[in-house]
Each structure stands twice: as structure tokens, then as C-alpha cells.
């Protein structure tokens, strides 16, 4: 909270049951704006890659994932288990955070100083159809 007033955001949300690309693609629908999602710069939990690896992957997980199949236009690089996991209902603890393009490394940075685990900067809002995503 304290980086994010520092520096100052346009948005935040937590990133919860609806998974990633479920939250990301909420606030841009609410902000009629699109965006761009680096599959790559997004921290993943080395075990919760061995899980989906595995065909372990909860059915809330599943059901985001055929949601966002009307949302989302994933890469062909990006594999059915990567989208599984920016689609991940498990997830807890972590914000999505929109700042201003000349912004996103000072925000970082603010971050890192006071004390965030894992900070990283993972696509950018782009003018489209709200709500709509490309996931490379």
C-alpha cells in the first residue's frame, strides 16, 4: 500500500478465486481498455507448475480458463498448461497493480524497498475492446 501511495496507481485488485487473467480482464472491461500479458515475466510458484505439469489443477481453474476463452487471444508458444496457470484459481495474496507506463519501474522499486517478495512488471494496458486480452 505504502509503494503503491508513493509512487501513485491508476488500480489495484487482488489477485484471487478468478485467477490472474480473470482480474486483469475485469478491470480493463470495467476501464474499456485491452492489454498485454508477457506469459514469460509472470512469477509462478515452481510447484504449482509441477502440479498443472502433472494434470493437477483444480476445476475452478478449469471453468476461469473456458471463461476467458472468449477474452483471451493466447500466442500459440503459450501452452495449455501456462494458461492454466495465469487462469489459476488458487491463487492468494498477490495484487495486480496498474500504473502509468513512465511509472512501472519506480513502482517496482518502491516495492522492492519496502519489502515485497516478488515484483514484476507483466504487460501493459492497450487501447481495444475492453476487457480483451493477448497473452503471448
Known amino acids: 500500500c505504502d509503494a503503491m501511495l508513493e509512487v501513485g496507481v491508476h488500480a489495484a485488485t487482488d ?23 508477457r506469459s514469460a515475466d509472470v512469477p ?5 507448475r509441477a502440479y498443472v505439469a502433472e494434470g493437477i489443477a483444480p476445476g475452478g481453474t478449469h ?7 472468449d477474452w483471451v487471444s493466447w500466442s500459440p508458444q503459450v501452452t495449455k498448461d501456462e494458461q492454466l496457470l495465469l487462469s489459476d484459481a488458487q491463487t492468494s495474496g498477490g495484487l ?3 500504473v502509468a507506463p513512465g511509472k512501472a519501474d519506480d513502482l517496482l522499486a518502491a516495492l522492492r524497498r519496502h519489502g ?12 481495444g475492446d475492453p476487457g480483451r486480452m493477448e497473452v503471448d
Open 15 to 37: 489477485v484471487t478465486g478468478f485467477g490472474l487473467l480473470g482480474h486483469l480482464r475485469n478491470v480493463c472491461a470495467a476501464s474499456g481498455v485491452s492489454a498485454r500479458v
Open 44 to 48: 509462478m510458484l515452481a510447484a504449482a
Open 63 to 69: 471453468a476461469n480458463w473456458r471463461f476467458l476463452a
Open 96 to 98: 495486480l497493480i496498474a
Open 116 to 127: 515485497t517478495p516478488i515484483a514484476a512488471l507483466v504487460g501493459e494496458i492497450v487501447a
